[in-house]
């Protein structure tokens, strides 16, 4: 591009992405300064998931891409009012994140006779075809030595969510424990590695320390907060974990 000069820091990706049909530019410009508009994101995103000629097809710019982006759910979350004004960060950042995590991917397998050609499957994404990173959600039953289920863990540096063991640091993750969580991680011959992790909804929970004089009696625990006495009753088949094990005998006994 005349206006992409070489001292760039970002040059090598303006170019990558040129190469790789995912930016076109006007009249040999790029514009890196202007700011992009939805339309323009959306057909971009439309390109890194592999899906313009079927975009073309049911309309072309802007219609068709946009037609094409809610079919494979690119623009869940995104807030979109006039998608000629220029893009937010949070926005884009949403609809990068769908178009990362979309099962609509179709993957670029290479040219012939100039034409791209895309291999689909939708057990794929952009992150796991290319990363090997792959999504996995579910309860988060043990970090390390804690574990809302059973006393007898002691997977040192492992995570299990639904049902998945995962490589992972406890301090990291023990702030997760019971929680519904969504994850990322990545494969690898050694096992796989946490990456990412977040609430699909945040599970109630009781924090409760020594110096708080916590008492138990009758399925409830008393204790102080402030000035303040607290009671906290145990719902049927709640965990309760002490010095980082769970206790599945006389609550009293804590």
Do not use: C, W
């Not at 796991?128 to 059973?150: F, P, R, T």
């Not at 994850?183 to 924090?207: C, P």
């Amino acid at each position: 591009f005349l206006d992409v000069p070489t001292e760039r820091s970002d040059v090598g990706y303006i170019n990558a992405a040129y190469d790789l049909r995912i930016i076109s530019g006007s009249d040999g410009l790029y514009e890196p300064d202007t700011p992009i508009t939805y339309a323009d994101a959306i057909s971009v995103a439309i390109r890194i998931l592999g899906r313009e000629d079927e975009a073309k097809a049911n309309g072309g710019y802007p219609g068709g891409y946009l037609k094409t982006a809610s079919r494979y759910k690119l623009l869940s979350g995104v807030n979109i009012s006039d998608y000629s004004e220029a893009g937010s960060q949070t926005e884009l950042y949403t609809l990068l994140q769908n178009t990362a995590e979309s099962n609509g991917f179709a993957a670029l397998e290479g040219f012939k006779n100039n034409e791209q050609i895309y291999r689909t499957d939708k057990t794929e994404n952009i992150l796991s075809y290319y990363l090997d990173i792959y999504s996995h959600e579910g309860i988060v039953e043990a970090v390390g030595i804690s574990n809302i289920y059973s006393d007898s863990s002691n997977n040192a540096g492992k995570a299990v969510i639904g049902g998945k063991s995962f490589d992972a640091d406890y301090d990291e993750y023990i702030e997760y424990l019971g929680m519904s969580a969504e994850v990322l991680y990545k494969k690898s011959d050694s096992g796989d590695k946490l990456l990412y992790i977040d609430y699909i909804n945040r599970n109630k929970g009781v924090r409760i320390l020594p110096e708080d004089n916590p008492k138990y009696s009758d399925g409830k625990y008393t204790y102080q907060n402030g000035d303040r006495n607290k009671t906290v009753a145990l719902e049927s088949g709640a965990s309760v974990i002490y010095n980082g094990r769970i206790v599945t005998g006389d609550n009293a006994k804590i």
